[in-house]
């Protein structure tokens, strides 16, 4: 069983930046991919990047590729993205995932967090 909290989220201007942090919990962190989604208000859940259990390897959506940047410190069993030149499309809450695989679609991820809500404001 993994347990994820996510935290960072907030209210930003449009063109500024957070970092968002989910803590795990769990022995098959350090085996897992994670990957980080986001879903606005009336919108399917969406990619926006994944990270190999070694983080040697990442994906990120085309929407978000050159402002954001995913990493992890298995050491502090946490996963990171970092959001700059954020834009109001950007509104939504975002979660972190477990998988056992590096992908980037949401039905291969076992393990979910809350979530965190991020509003970009233009």
């Known amino acids: 069983q993994v347990q994820l909290v996510e935290s960072g989220g907030g209210l930003v201007q449009a063109g500024g930046s957070l970092r968002l942090s989910c803590a795990a919990s769990?022995?098959?962190?350090?085996?897992?991919?994670m990957g980080w989604f986001r879903q606005a208000p009336g919108k399917e859940r969406e990619f926006v990047a994944a990270?190999?259990?070694?983080?040697?390897?990442?994906y990120a959506a085309d929407s978000v590729k050159g402002r954001f940047t995913i990493s992890r410190d298995n050491a502090k069993n946490t996963v990171y993205l970092e959001m700059n030149s954020l834009k109001p499309e950007d509104t939504a809450v975002y979660y972190c995932a477990v998988s056992d695989v590096l992908r980037t679609t949401a039905q291969t991820y076992a393990y979910w967090g809350q979530g965190t809500q991020v509003t970009v404001s233009s």
């Open positions: 990270i190999s259990w070694s983080g040697g390897i990442t």
């Open positions: 769990g022995r098959t962190f350090r085996a897992g991919a």
